[in-house]
């Protein structure tokens, strides 16, 4: 993807070099993200440093509640790691249940939307739905395990967590927002530009 070389026509829909990038809220033009950060942004300062996010959080809260434009702040979690917990192992027994789990699920539904027409047994079309939606999510279950021939034979959950988590505003905004932290009693770890 090419960008245009002029500032001015990077930003705007319809422009070449644009793409197809459309409006944003109101009407306001969608800076191009390349996923490395804010482009050309305003300078931030870093007001605050803090070892998890509620601490963060509740400095900006308190920033909100003293009436700071709040909209010119940000938390950032810097320190990213990727935590992935090994939850169990998976058989292709545990996957046909999971997967009949999921297809009673399926199934009840799909019994709701033609019981709802039916006239008869109403009950009955449902109960059927839920067994039919079981049994084939159990087939469907195993196979899909067998499929991977053994490569991952465990479930896990992932979750992304932050070593520290930074406040910033904007640059003009700084010294308003430290001596509002400064009443609050909160001793940041650092305040460096940025």
Request: proline share 6%; glycine share 16%; aromatic share 8%.
């Amino acid at each position: 993807m090419t960008r245009s070389s002029t500032p001015a026509a990077a930003g705007q829909p319809g422009t070449a070099g644009a793409g197809t990038m459309p409006s944003g809220p109101a009407g306001q033009p969608i800076p191009f993200d390349d996923g490395r950060g804010p482009q050309g942004g305003r300078p931030t300062v870093t007001i605050g440093s803090y070892p998890d996010y509620p601490s963060a959080q509740r400095m900006v809260d308190h920033l909100a509640d003293n009436r700071f434009p709040v909209e010119h702040t940000a938390i950032v979690g810097t320190n990213l790691t990727l935590v992935e917990t090994v939850l169990g192992r998976m058989t292709t027994g545990r996957s046909a249940l999971i997967g009949a789990g999921t297809g009673a699920w399926f199934g009840l539904f799909i019994g709701l939307l033609f019981g709802i027409f039916t006239a008869g047994n109403w009950a009955a079309v449902i109960l059927v739905g839920l067994v039919v939606g079981a049994i084939w999510g159990a087939v469907f279950g195993a196979i899909a395990h067998a499929m991977t021939g053994g490569r991952r034979d465990f479930t896990s959950a992932s979750s992304l967590r932050a070593g520290q988590y930074a406040v910033t505003v904007d640059a003009q905004f700084a010294d308003q927002a430290q001596e509002l932290l400064g009443r609050m009693h909160l001793t940041p770890t650092r305040r460096t530009g940025g």
